[in-house]
């Protein structure tokens, strides 16, 4: 499973504009993130350029917001 959909809706960016930038089919953009299908190694870092991440980053679950904060940092805002 990629994340595709999750760092796309990120940056505002719709499945046509996506499959516009890739040169490829708003189908083919939804197929991947649906699942039912797989972009090759190559298209996967076109995908992590433009939505402005990592190929690993498409490849691991996002960390929800909160995560990055350092626990030390959150009991000092409340002190």
């Given at each position: ?11 505002g ?9 890739l ?7 939804s197929?991947?993130?649906?699942g ?8 996967m870092?076109r ?5 402005g991440c ?12 909160e995560?990055?904060i350092?626990?030390?940092?959150r009991?000092?805002?409340?002190a």
């Amino acid at each position: 499973m990629t994340y595709i959909q999750h760092y796309r809706e990120l940056r505002g960016i719709t499945q046509v504009v996506l499959a516009e930038k890739l040169g490829v089919s708003q189908g083919a953009v939804s197929n991947w993130e649906n699942g039912d299908r797989k972009p090759d190694v190559f298209m996967m870092k076109r995908i992590a350029e433009i939505l402005g991440c990592t190929v690993d980053e498409l490849l691991t679950e996002p960390k929800p917001i909160e995560s990055s904060i350092n626990k030390n940092e959150r009991v000092g805002e409340n002190a």
